[in-house]
């Protein structure tokens, strides 16, 4: 699509634009095939914004929406050239996962998806979301931001609040955090915040406390763990860096919503002994 027509879309009433949908229906698999363009004004500012204003307004056929969940599911969209570092297929695959956020969140009213439908968004999140290797946040004024971890974790949180979330996956999606603690990179863009999300998600569906009690102390008992056998290595400060910027996060999520007691004294505990304040 042209920019043009871009701006002609989001200019008509939203009745002009439902019917001008519905006698083009190729705008669907236009606006699919530009989802991870590396022109951030191009991909942001008016692919994503119409994709959504289309998806709020409800014009979208129930057709297309299973069609996207197979296409961004698939090698084409999460999984695409899984692995790459450094080039403009981070996009691809951080920008499938913003547009299957927005897919799940709407469906927690449209109710189009089934529990099948779920689950493959969840593996193919998770395996995103494990086996990312491209970290970058804000690439460049032309492509913007990737942000590729940053959106899956924004989508594995739609997952778990969604009616059919595989509850199956809750050990998988606390492992993927850790994972992504030790990548031996330092998170800058607030990518704690999203990890401390997915918690608060996991504790809004009544997940018991102790679970997440556990993970944390796995974390920390995993942090002491390396540092013995391997030594203070570069890897292990970034990964320390990392778990104290979540944990301190998740401390204040916790104690600001006055929530999960139990959960937030270890949270402190652990944090006052890592930071040797005791």
Known sequence: MYQQDYDQLLSLTPMDRAQYVLNNEEIFEQLLAEVG?????????????????????????????????????????LLYEIGAVGDTSVFQRSFSALFLTAIVHADRQLQFLNEIEIEQITKSALTLFTKEKDLRSYVNELSGWAHSIAHTTDLLCAIIQHTHYPIQYTAHILQGIRQNLWKGYVFQDDEEERFCNIVEALLGKEIDEDLLIEWIEQLYDYLEMVAFERGYDANWFKARTNLLATSKTLYFYLKFSNRSEKLRGIVSIFIQRWLKLN
């Open 37 to 77: 363009n590396d022109n951030a004004q191009l991909r942001d500012q008016q692919n994503y914004r119409l994709f959504l204003q289309l998806l709020s307004e409800n014009v979208i056929p129930e057709k297309i929406i299973h069609h996207y969940v197979q296409r961004l599911t698939s090698s084409e969209g």
